[in-house]
């Protein structure tokens, strides 16, 4: 088992709930399911003596209700550049199996959601972001195509900023709320019309979130 792993990246995720994701704060989700794409690149770290930076993970999700009751399917796409031992390192040893990082972080809440995990998939994936424009882009041959851009105001079309602040959350600590665009085409379909997405610096450790909340605010400058 993957021990003393640590990931820095640049994180999306693309859900069905509307925008600004009420269901994070505990509500069911707005259509009754959950689904969409999430997506992180690495910019720095280490896992199982490999070094993953600048490789990208993608992976598809349902969930039948809200995540907390389990049930979930997930679709694992690893970047095609990774050699063999940032394959063994990427995804299952670490991020999915669960069982280095403590009860509530981040792996090890995936990994008690997902009861049933399809071919994991190896290809090339398009990760594009912009956190101060609020714009990404992910696309993974033949699986998944997903977009974002800022909420804008339904009157005038102007811009609209949204940001999260999670002073103890356990993905990030804060993350831009935009308006995505996603169309699941691999074992996970879904079509998702400006639904909610939030955009986010990570950075993930064996015990959860790296920084504190105020030492994110001094690495990154934000909120």
């Not at 699986?143 to 804008?152: D, F, K, L, M």
Request: charged fraction near 20%; proline fraction near 7%.
């Amino acid at each position: 088992m993957a021990r003393n792993c640590r990931i820095e990246a640049k994180y999306i995720e693309n859900l069905s709930c509307d925008l600004g994701r009420p269901c994070a704060s505990m509500p069911e989700p707005t259509h009754g399911d959950w689904t969409g794409p999430v997506g992180f690149q690495i910019d720095e770290g280490h896992c199982a003596g490999a070094s993953p930076a600048v490789l990208s993970v993608v992976s598809t999700f349902y969930s039948p209700g809200a995540i907390h009751h389990g049930e979930g399917v997930l679709q694992p796409i690893n970047d095609e550049r990774a050699s063999d031992e940032q394959k063994d390192s990427l995804f299952f040893i670490y991020i999915m199996s669960g069982e280095d990082p403590p009860a509530g972080t981040m792996f090890q809440s995936f990994s008690v959601i997902i009861e049933k995990v399809e071919t994991l998939l190896f290809a090339p994936i398009t990760f594009e972001w912009d956190l101060d424009k609020r714009s990404a882009k992910i696309e993974v041959p033949e699986a998944v195509r997903a977009r974002s851009e800022p909420i804008r105001n339904s009157v005038t079309d102007t811009e609209h900023q949204m940001i999260s602040v999670l002073p103890n959350g356990w993905v990030f600590h804060e993350a831009e709320q935009v308006a995505g665009v996603a169309k699941g085409t691999g074992a996970i379909k879904f079509g998702l019309n400006r639904r909610h997405r939030s955009m986010a610096h990570v950075a993930w450790g064996p015990n959860g979130l790296v920084h504190s909340d105020e030492g994110y605010k001094q690495k990154f400058g934000r909120p």
